[in-house]
């Protein structure tokens, strides 16, 4: 088959967009044949017809796993969307839930995204690649273990990365984010992403990774987090939903046949 996809990244965090609300939606296994077709990207952003939003957002893994959300690519969306003269306030329907975005600037682009309550799991311990890792369970839709560092230099990311991702505790995977503070309310963060690797940025990490380093009180909000691929803010409401606020880059497109 042969389809098109427009190129985006959120703080480089790369996506190819298939935008299928038209014809309509092909099957599950062929969107994860395209994911792993698509090169240079950390996953597939697919749109499809929403009776729940402006748009049904699903999100394939290079791998060709399906992932629950992911903050980036909502952002992506928007921006996209924007782009076509559909609006500049979207609501995004997802596998965790409908997901508010707002187009805030365009010169340079700028979304904000409604993230919903993250939920704080278990403080607790593991044991991988060799190490002991203290670590806090997070839930952004998605699943995430914060693991606070004094030193992300230390980290050998594409060893531990994987061996806490497939950790026995975890049997359908998580994402994993190493945090070290910066400041009263900056933090610096690695990711590893499930089904993905390691990311210049994960939006719904990056949630994680403040809501975590605000209940252990190391930063208070709003909270600066620098990714290798940008900086991004997240502040929250008086009922708790977190806003993450990041730039958004437009930056070609591709012709692809999928066997």
């Not at 996209?80 to 409908?98: I, K, Q």
């Not at 593991?126 to 693991?147: D, F, M």
Request: net charge negative; with cysteine.
């Amino acid at each position: 088959m042969n389809v098109h996809v427009e190129l985006l990244h959120g703080a480089e965090n790369a996506f190819a967009l298939l935008d299928d609300r038209e014809p309509g939606e092909r099957t599950t296994p062929e969107y994860a044949g395209i994911a792993r077709a698509v090169t240079d990207t950390d996953g597939l952003l697919v749109l499809l017809p929403s009776k729940a939003g402006d748009v049904r957002m699903r999100m394939f893994n290079p791998d060709g796993g399906e992932a629950e959300m992911c903050g980036n690519g909502v952002r992506c969306v928007a921006r996209y969307l924007e782009e076509r003269s559909e609006g500049d306030r979207f609501v995004v329907d997802t596998l965790a839930g409908p997901i508010g975005a707002r187009v805030v600037d365009t010169s340079p682009y700028a979304v904000e995204t409604r993230m919903g309550v993250p939920v704080v799991g278990e403080e607790s311990e593991l044991e991988a690649a060799g190490q002991r890792w203290k670590y806090v369970s997070i839930s952004v839709g998605n699943p995430h273990v914060v693991i606070f560092v004094d030193d992300l230099s230390a980290i050998d990311l594409a060893k531990v990365g994987p061996a806490i991702e497939t950790h026995p505790k975890f049997p359908g995977g998580t994402n994993v984010h190493f945090v070290s503070i910066a400041g009263r309310s900056k933090l610096n963060v690695l990711h590893w992403e499930r089904g993905a690797g390691a990311t210049r940025a994960c939006g719904t990490g990056i949630v994680a990774c403040a809501t975590a380093a605000v209940r252990e009180g190391f930063v208070g909000p709003p909270v600066t987090v620098i990714a290798p691929g940008g900086t991004l803010r997240v502040a929250w409401d008086r009922n708790g939903e977190a806003m993450l606020t990041g730039p958004v880059e437009h930056t070609g497109a591709r012709d692809l046949a999928v066997t």
